[in-house]
């Protein structure tokens, strides 16, 4: 008798074991719980938390897909997105960065510095990476550049005065660039001993430039036509009015010599200078990333709606982010 009673006893020791360390055992599976549902793909707490931890060395190595990184709560989470995003479009392009591509790319990398493969392996440890996920690293920027090569590329456009504006925006205080216009004046000589309200005039100019049509208190106004002229060509008073302004602007109305002066700029542009030439290339490069980010934020906006995208970030919460 007491050794069936010895074996129920086992028995119910063993139940009760498992029913204390079953719920320990899901616990542990859950610790890698789904956070985000991209179609049929999981995004795990466990690969958002290593992307966290390896962002920077990612930045280092990737800049132009990792920018600086923001406290939004779904930033990693919408990068893997993107990542999937841009690989399932240049699928439908008919791409697919296979690992000879990306083998490639590292050895380029490793013969441009100069590196064996224990030098790299070293160096990818002592940034906090290993070597899988440098080589998706660089799977990415294939990926990348092909995408914006084939998709966002064709979308941006740089016009040359885009180019100037903003070295003139860069240069605001630099005093030895230059420029040429083409200006129209407007003259306005109040008969004596009479006060002039200034806003009033100038809401006459402005005026009076699109309709031809003069107010009868303003009659004297005139209009002079000065055509194209070189910035050597007009004083130090004129010059440090005109500065500030771009083309299709009215600058307000100035009192000199018994005569309120106020100028169009029909056309303002820069002397290429050697210190423009120079800058040129940045600039535009400058301008087709700000550009380039803006369609690419709205492809992604676009893109997310035709996806089943879920989030479960509410239960979750990622260490010190």
């Given at each position: 008798?007491?050794?069936?009673?010895?074996?129920?006893?086992?028995?119910?020791?063993?139940?009760?074991?498992?029913?204390?360390?079953?719920?320990?055992?899901?616990?542990?599976?859950?610790?890698?719980?789904?956070?985000?549902?991209?179609?049929?793909?999981?995004?795990?707490?466990?690969?958002?938390?290593?992307?966290?931890?390896?962002?920077?060395?990612?930045?280092?190595?990737?800049?132009?897909?990792?920018?600086?990184?923001?406290?939004?709560?779904?930033?990693?989470?919408?990068?893997?997105?993107?990542?999937?995003?841009?690989?399932?479009?240049?699928?439908?392009?008919?791409?697919?960065?296979?690992?000879?591509?990306?083998?490639?790319?590292?050895?380029?990398?490793?013969?441009?510095?100069?590196?064996?493969?224990?030098?790299?392996?070293?160096?990818?440890?002592?940034?906090?990476?290993?070597?899988?996920?440098?080589?998706?690293?660089?799977?990415?920027?294939?990926?990348?550049?092909?995408?914006?090569?084939?998709?966002?590329?064709p979308l941006v456009n740089v016009s040359e005065q885009e180019i100037k504006n903003l070295f003139i925006k860069k240069q605001s205080t630099n005093k030895t660039i230059s420029f040429n216009y083409y200006l129209i004046r407007y003259s306005f000589q109040p008969k004596?001993?009479?006060?002039?309200?200034?806003?009033?005039?100038?809401?006459?100019?402005?005026?009076?430039?699109?309709?031809?049509?003069?107010?009868?208190?303003?009659?004297?106004?005139?209009?002079?036509?000065?055509?194209?002229?070189?910035?050597?060509?007009?004083?130090?008073?004129?010059?440090?009015?005109?500065?500030?302004?771009?083309?299709?602007?009215?600058?307000?109305?100035?009192?000199?010599?018994?005569?309120?002066?106020?100028?169009?700029?029909?056309?303002?542009?820069?002397?290429?200078?050697?210190?423009?030439?120079?800058?040129?290339?940045?600039?535009?490069?400058?301008?087709?990333?700000?550009?380039?980010?803006?369609?690419?934020?709205?492809?992604?906006?676009?893109?997310?709606?035709?996806?089943?995208?879920?989030?479960?970030?509410?239960?979750?919460?990622?260490?010190?982010?």
């Amino acid at each position: 008798m007491s050794k069936p009673n010895y074996f129920f006893k086992f028995f119910i020791f063993s139940a009760i074991s498992i029913s204390i360390l079953l719920p320990l055992k899901s616990k542990a599976v859950l610790l890698d719980k789904t956070i985000a549902i991209f179609n049929d793909q999981i995004i795990t707490k466990s690969m958002v938390e290593r992307l966290r931890n390896t962002y920077e060395t990612r930045r280092f190595l990737a800049g132009h897909i990792y920018k600086e990184a923001t406290s939004e709560s779904n930033f990693y989470i919408n990068l893997i997105i993107k990542r999937f995003l841009i690989r399932d479009k240049l699928k439908k392009f008919g791409i697919e960065i296979g690992d000879r591509a990306v083998e490639e790319r590292i050895n380029m990398i490793r013969n441009n510095f100069k590196l064996n493969q224990e030098q790299m392996l070293a160096f990818l440890s002592s940034k906090g990476i290993s070597f899988k996920e440098y080589f998706e690293v660089m799977r990415e920027g294939i990926e990348y550049q092909q995408f914006f090569l084939k998709h966002i590329n064709p979308l941006v456009n740089v016009s040359e005065q885009e180019i100037k504006n903003l070295f003139i925006k860069k240069q605001s205080t630099n005093k030895t660039i230059s420029f040429n216009y083409y200006l129209i004046r407007y003259s306005f000589q109040p008969k004596k001993n009479t006060s002039v309200n200034k806003k009033k005039l100038f809401e006459v100019i402005k005026k009076y430039h699109t309709t031809g049509i003069v107010p009868s208190d303003f009659s004297t106004l005139e209009k002079i036509d000065h055509g194209n002229l070189s910035e050597e060509d007009l004083n130090k008073k004129i010059k440090s009015t005109l500065k500030p302004l771009g083309e299709g602007e009215f600058s307000f109305p100035y009192y000199d010599n018994e005569t309120f002066t106020s100028f169009f700029i029909k056309e303002k542009n820069l002397k290429e200078s050697e210190s423009y030439k120079r800058s040129k290339n940045i600039l535009k490069q400058e301008l087709i990333d700000k550009k380039s980010q803006k369609v690419l934020g709205a492809w992604i906006k676009r893109e997310k709606s035709q996806y089943h995208i879920k989030y479960f970030l509410k239960p979750i919460k990622i260490k010190n982010q």
